[in-house]
């Protein structure tokens, strides 16, 4: 079952612009995390937020969660070429056993 | 790199032969996981262990069988698959399920012919 749901599916940005990728989910959640993957290789863990935070920023990422709206949304801002990859949410399931991805966003950033 | 060794990096397999990946992590970790994933896809949870032991199996065909040796080696055996198998292969590890974040290993191409 898929909890997660992206939008847009795909972005194209130029070097420089800021990235905003969404995450609407539907069960109560403990946390939600965001994770990056480069074509072909494993997935990279970004963020974890959980349920009382509302905003948590990491270098050039910020996330922030709206559980009243069962969402999240990931901003990147001042893109790189090396940004390039898909992005996916990813929120606990079953009391925190599974944890399932949404269909992720595939953001190209063009030097 | 990752923290997360998974070998063979590709493999190449016939239906009827008998295969197996390997996942290693020295990170303490006491979840071990099994996704897969199809080209253009999100990850599909197959297997997770908790302390060695089994926890999760998502309803997956036996000819995929999971071993736990001990708390850092995780094994996917693999027999009599099918065309329709051949994917990514990802190994993740998490300290305390999934209140913290999984580490990845990049994952085993598998194709069968």
């Known amino acids: 079952s898929q909890q997660g749901e992206e939008d847009p599916q795909a972005l194209s940005i130029q070097e420089g612009e800021n990235a905003t990728m969404n995450c609407s989910y539907k069960t109560s959640i403990n946390n939600l995390q965001w994770y990056r993957q480069n074509s072909g290789r494993g997935l990279v863990h970004l963020i974890l937020i959980r349920s009382n935070e509302r905003e948590k920023h990491s270098g050039r990422l910020r996330v922030t969660l709206d559980t009243s709206k069962k969402s999240s949304s990931l901003l990147i801002t001042a893109s790189r070429a090396a940004d390039t990859a898909s992005y996916f949410c990813a929120t606990p399931l079953e009391y925190g056993n599974k944890l399932v991805f949404g269909a992720g966003t595939i953001l190209r950033v063009k030097s | ?113």
């Open chain 2, 1 to 113: 790199d990752t923290e997360v060794t998974q070998t063979p990096k590709h493999l190449v397999m016939g239906m009827t032969n008998k295969k197996s990946l390997k996942c290693e992590q020295h990170m303490g970790h006491r979840a071990m996981y099994w996704y897969k994933q199809k080209a253009k896809k999100p990850p599909e949870l197959m297997f997770v262990y908790s302390y060695e032991k089994l926890s999760i199996n998502e309803s997956v065909p036996s000819r995929f069988s999971p071993e736990c040796p001990n708390s850092s080696l995780l094994n996917l055996h693999l027999h009599a698959l099918q065309p329709e198998d051949s994917a990514l292969y990802l190994c993740a590890s998490s300290q305390d399920g999934y209140n913290s974040p999984l580490h990845f290993g990049n994952g085993t191409r598998l194709t069968v012919t």
